[in-house]
C-alpha cells in the first residue's frame, strides 16, 4: 500500500513447487510468494511464521542464503519464532 496507514500488508501469491523453498519475496516486490507444498500442510502459527518471514525481508532484514548457526537469530527467523509461540496461545 503506498498511502502510510500504519498496518502491514500482505500481499501473497501462491505456486507449487517441488523444492525446499518455503516462500520468497524482495523489498521491490508488491507480493510475498509462498509454495503451496508448504503451506497446504502448515498450522495457522507456521504460516503467520513464514508470512512474517518474508514481510521482514520487504523491509529490508536479511539473513544467510545457506544454514548457519547465526541465521536463527537473524531478524526473519527471530521474529517469526515469536509470532508462531503467540499464534499457539491463542
Known amino acids: 500500500n503506498k498511502i502510510a496507514d500504519h498496518e502491514m500488508d500482505l ?20 507480493y510475498i510468494n509462498m509454495n503451496t507444498k ?23 532484514f536479511k539473513h544467510a542464503v545457506s544454514y548457519t548457526t547465526s541465521r536463527d ?6 521474529v517469526g519464532r515469536i509470532i508462531k509461540e503467540l499464534a499457539a496461545k491463542y
Request: proline fraction near 4%; charged fraction near 10%; glycine fraction near 8%.
Open 73 to 78: 537469530y537473524s531478524v526473519p527467523y527471530g
Open 38 to 60: 508448504f503451506l497446504n500442510t502448515y498450522t495457522v502459527g507456521e504460516t503467520a511464521k513464514t508470512m512474517t518471514h518474508e514481510w521482514l525481508h520487504k523491509l529490508g
Open 11 to 30: 500481499n501473497i501469491k501462491t505456486y507449487y513447487e517441488n523444492s525446499t523453498t518455503v516462500g520468497y519475496t524482495t523489498p521491490s516486490s508488491s
